[in-house]
């Protein structure tokens, strides 16, 4: 019966993600990325979820695989660019300050040789600058010779766009891959804070991969970060970002602006 019900679920979602496009069912919501030293806004990350009219809430552990193994996952991406972009260009309208915003992006979208040029055509068309935009790339997509990621990375760099390498360390692709990328952030994957009280170890693997970033040069980000302990210890130890629960959950945008307006967030740009 499970088997049955998720097979019924996939097939609802490969037949709805136009519709929900369309009539916006898919949201963008925003979670904040503080600034480790001064604890202030630096950043967000775009986060899709889908409120379906039958379904009801639905988050990415039910969409993004099914849309990546059906090749949709392009259009759900894109769309989340577009949101993104013409939010940036209300709240620039108004005056309003502009704060960055990370993307994620699949292996799939790659596949597509216009990946690079389709965000950039969003951004034009928008009027946003680069520097509010960062590309997430996922450490589990990565591997050597992989010419064509490879291309279209160095095509979204040569046009500006910092490259964040996401999920570092959740396992799946090795250290030596980072010897043919280039990226300007590392984000720590949340699993190495598991148990990050009272283990000693987990400490040194936190403090020798925010090492090891520096000489590699890339700035870092832990993700997961859901206790003052954890924070601190990585503020002295170097990490330059941070994003968790301690901070905030993901929110929609409106929320979000409202914790900014009463002094809830306060902002490191
Ligand atoms: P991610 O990119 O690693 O995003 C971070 C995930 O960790 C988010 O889950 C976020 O809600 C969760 N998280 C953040 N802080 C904490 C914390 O302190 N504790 C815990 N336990 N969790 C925390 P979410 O929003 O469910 O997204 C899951 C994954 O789905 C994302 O992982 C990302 O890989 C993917 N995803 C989400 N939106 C999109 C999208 O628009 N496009 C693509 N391609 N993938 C997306
Ligand atoms: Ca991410
Ligand atoms: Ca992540």
């Known amino acids: ?22 009539n916006e069912h898919i949201k963008v919501y925003y979670q904040p990325v503080v600034n480790a030293a001064s604890g202030k806004l630096c950043g967000l990350e775009a ?10 809430f639905l988050s990415p552990a039910d969409f993004i695989q099914t849309l990546e193994e059906y090749y949709q996952i392009y ?10 972009c013409r939010n940036l260009s209300q709240r620039k309208n108004r005056g309003m300050p502009l704060i960055p915003v990370s993307l994620n992006f699949s292996r799939r979208d790659f596949d597509s040789l216009n990946l690079a040029d ?39 760099r040569s046009n500006g766009y910092a490259l964040w390498l996401d999920d570092f360390g959740a396992g799946y692709s090795g250290l030596n ?11 720590i994957d949340m699993k190495f804070l598991s148990g990050f009280s009272g ?10 991969i925010i ?46 602006y409202e914790k900014i307006k009463t002094g809830i967030y306060q902002l490191d740009l």
């Open 177 to 187: 891959v980072l010897k043919e990328y280039d990226f300007d952030m590392m984000k």
């Open 47 to 56: 986060l899709a979820r889908w409120e379906d009219p039958q379904y009801g």
């Open 211 to 256: 090492t090891m970033a520096k000489e590699l040069d890339m700035s870092t980000l832990t993700e997961g970060v859901e206790t003052d302990e954890a924070y601190q210890f990585l503020k002295e130890n170097g990490c330059e970002q941070i994003q968790g629960y301690l901070f905030g959950r993901p929110m929609p945008g409106a929320e979000l």
């Open 1 to 22: 019966a499970s088997m049955a019900n998720n097979f019924q679920k996939k097939q609802y979602i490969i037949n709805n993600i136009d519709e929900a496009i369309k």
């Open 118 to 156: 389709d965000v950039e055509a969003c951004l034009q068309k928008y009027g946003i600058d680069k520097k509010l935009i960062h590309i997430e790339v996922t450490e589990s997509t990565l591997s050597e010779n992989d010419e064509k990621l490879k291309e279209i990375l160095r095509r979204f």
């Open 199 to 208: 283990n000693t170890k987990a400490r040194h693997i936190l403090k020798n």
């Open 75 to 84: 259009k759900l991406d894109m769309f989340v660019v577009e949101k993104v």
